[in-house]
């Protein structure tokens, strides 16, 4: 994407790295597609966290240029806040209410959020941390880097929050994201090129569900992590950064209890399609029942695996043939719509 006006880039490159991350195999997103704060916070959080954070910021980031910490709730981003500080990393806290600097607390009102960025502009500060407060409606070009200490359910999130680090300026070429959350599994390099064409139409919950689906129907390869530098890549043996060559795609996990684990294999794994001699005739007395009870098509295609145990091709004589039609009920998709 390049600038109108401008004879440089509108946006720069992100490196991503896939730093030892959080346990979220238990969450459950809600309706909207984001996760509750207050179950990752019960479910995933641990205060072991933090030495991660701190061990790869110094290495991604040696000259402390300007940065965003994403953590998972209020509480959480202020005990970062005063972490790094012990640490001699200079941090500031937003959120709606409360702006929380030098060891107090202010009313978060426009001029002292102002304030607040302008020392990170200038470097006085080193990290501002949030929960959610900083992903939409700042203006800092500035920015270097962003610690995703907070796992993320809603591609539309993910989109906003990676986005306020993409916006280029002089003073960088490139921009580096910290992901302690396996964000990256579930939506993506923050460098793609995403159609929105679909998604537009789609709620915020159905557009993360159809990125999952991709990558279970193989039509998205899992990004492959460096086990010696963390750097995320999308495919090849070599890693661009290290060099170091490898086969296998190993995540460290943070346990509940702190202890880091190591796992082979990506989170998202493909879905096994089958199609039978009987495939599409079980598929049809699937879907008519569910146009007769008011039921969507996705509700079919899950009636169909609980029933036969298997999971059919969407391709079959009566599925839909947009992946925004999988959501309607089917008796509101004209027939002209279906395959």
Not at 30 to 45: A, D, N, P
């Amino acid at each position: 994407m390049r600038s109108k006006s401008l004879d440089y880039p509108a946006h720069v490159p992100a490196l991503i790295y896939g730093c030892p991350e959080m346990d979220t195999s238990k969450l459950k997103p809600l309706k909207t597609g984001e996760f509750s704060s207050r179950q990752v916070i019960k479910e995933v959080w641990t205060p072991q966290i933090f030495g991660h954070i701190v061990e790869h910021y110094k290495k991604l980031n040696p000259k402390q240029k300007p940065a965003l910490l994403f953590a998972p709730g209020v509480k959480e981003s202020k005990w970062l806040c005063d972490m790094l500080n012990r640490h001699d990393i200079p941090a500031a806290h937003i959120d709606g209410s409360d702006v929380y600097i030098d060891g107090e607390e202010f009313r978060s009102d426009p001029e002292k959020r102002e304030e607040v960025i302008d020392r990170l502009k200038s470097g006085d500060i080193k990290v501002i941390c949030n929960r959610f407060v900083m992903r939409e409606g700042i203006d800092i070009p500035e920015l270097y880097h962003i610690i995703l200490a907070t796992p993320i359910g809603s591609l539309a999130s993910y989109v906003q929050v990676v986005g306020r680090v993409l916006r280029n300026h002089p003073s960088i070429s490139k921009v580096v994201i910290q992901d302690h959350a396996g964000n990256f599994w579930r939506h993506g390099s923050p460098n793609a090129d995403r159609d929105w064409s679909e998604f537009f139409h789609m709620t915020s919950s159905q557009a993360s569900e159809s990125r999952k689906k991709e990558i279970q129907k193989g039509e998205v390869e899992n990004p492959i992590v460096c086990p010696k530098c963390m750097m995320v890549r999308q495919s090849g043996f070599k890693c661009p950064s290290c060099g170091y060559t490898h086969t296998s795609n190993r995540r460290m996990i943070i346990q509940r209890n702190g202890q880091l684990i190591s796992l082979d294999g990506p989170p998202i794994q493909k879905t096994k399609v089958e199609r039978r001699p009987d495939s599409e005739r079980h598929w049809l007395r699937c879907y008519y029942r569910c146009r007769s009870s008011g039921r969507t098509f996705n509700q079919a295609y899950a009636l169909f695996v609980n029933e036969q145990g298997y999971h059919p091709p969407r391709n079959l004589r009566m599925m839909p043939l947009s992946d925004i039609d999988w959501y309607e009920r089917c008796e509101r998709v004209d027939s002209n719509d279906l395959r």
